[in-house]
DNA sequence: GCTGCTTCTTACCATTTGGTAAGTAGTTTT
DNA sequence: AAAACTACTTACCAAATGGTAAGAAGCAGC
């Protein structure tokens, strides 16, 4: 699905135009056109691109560094999502559905986007086939990574959780701040620290 | 979102439009080519839909009934998802995707459904610009439920959890058998009953 | 009605996770 | 370098949930 080594591509569009042709056909037309709708933002660590109630107008790809979604509740920091590099991004019922967000979504490394505003995106997927068809698979395989991560919550104990992130997804491990990770786990810091002393 | 009164629509195609209608507007050409790609399915308690393996071909209204989504997993069948009437599902996974089913799916009452096919609905989705809304939206509500599920997961308890469905969703609680419930919830039987005892 | 089967409940104890508090280590500020 | 701050660890006990086993209640078939 992503690209295993981290930063291959130096050049943000060029990560993005190889994360497309590896799944779909570009025309030169194509790529031009989504090239030209895409922005690029770099921002530093711990930077806010979403606060809870704003509206979410921006599809974001992430070429490089390190995303959290978290929402405030019970007077906490709840983090519901952590997205890497090589990959897409956006508050769905924000962004597909036009409501206030209820999530904030923080860089957590100082990081590189391409973005696109929801505007631009109507002709994007009017004028790109290839687009369309990817729009409309990425939001399955987003939905089925969803699924697989209530899944996990519904019949694995948070110790099962921390060891299948620590199989497929090692740097997680390595680069999330523990508090952030035994939060998207559904455990106290304290619990993810004893689990980590067992392992 | 979903009407509350159970079987307003005493039948199904009629069930069907007034969900549609109540969302979007249909011209008479539209909704002829829907009805016309629907077919009708009435199955016994306890049915199945869909096996694991199998390619999911349909995408289903449920007009009235109970479905479940389950897994085999440690030799234990593990609820995922239960469907109440006046709702679509599938499996996404395999339905949008094409690949194989890894979740069964159960009809657990009697149940009275609509369903259209893949290379259908294809049709359906060129020629009727509501139902393409349609789809589209609704694919961002079902992920975001999915997401509510999983931060309840990541933040609740399971008496939490279990309170939050008596209150927003008390059918489920006197419709679904304790056992499935319990594995929605992901916890066993015999915790459900003690916390229900609690309550 | 009885029989057998499944579902649900209850009780017991083990395991997992939470809450509090304290201590250690690492970073940033000054 | 000292001070202040944050992240992480550890220890203690409490609460939540699991596992096993047994019994009670409901339901289907005869």
């Known amino acids: 699905m992503r690209r295993t080594e981290r930063c291959i591509m130096r050049n943000a569009y060029n990560g993005l135009k190889a994360f497309l042709e590896e799944r779909y056909k570009l025309t030169n037309a194509e790529w031009e056109l989504i090239r030209a709708s895409f922005d690029k933002v770099e921002v530093a660590k711990n930077t806010f691109l979403l606060e809870e109630g704003q509206h979410c107008e921006y599809l974001y790809y992430l070429h490089e ?55 631009d995106l109507t002709r994007v997927r009017q004028q790109s086939p290839a687009w369309s068809q990817f729009a409309f698979e990425i939001r399955a395989e987003v939905q089925v990574a969803t699924e697989t991560l209530l899944r996990d919550f519904q019949s694995r104990t948070a110790k099962e959780r921390y060891l299948i992130i620590l199989d497929q997804q090692p740097e997680m491990v390595r680069r999330v701040p523990l508090k952030y990770l035994a939060s998207f786990l559904g455990i106290t810091p304290e619990s993810l620290s004893r689990i980590r002393k067992e392992v």
């Open 65 to 119: 560094g390190l995303v959290r979604f978290f929402r405030w509740e019970d007077g906490e920091e709840k983090t519901q999502y952590l997205t890497f590099e090589d990959y897409f991004f956006t508050q769905q019922e924000s962004f597909f559905l036009r409501r206030p967000s209820n999530v904030n979504i923080q860089a957590i490394e100082s990081s590189v986007l391409l973005r696109i505003h929801e505007k």
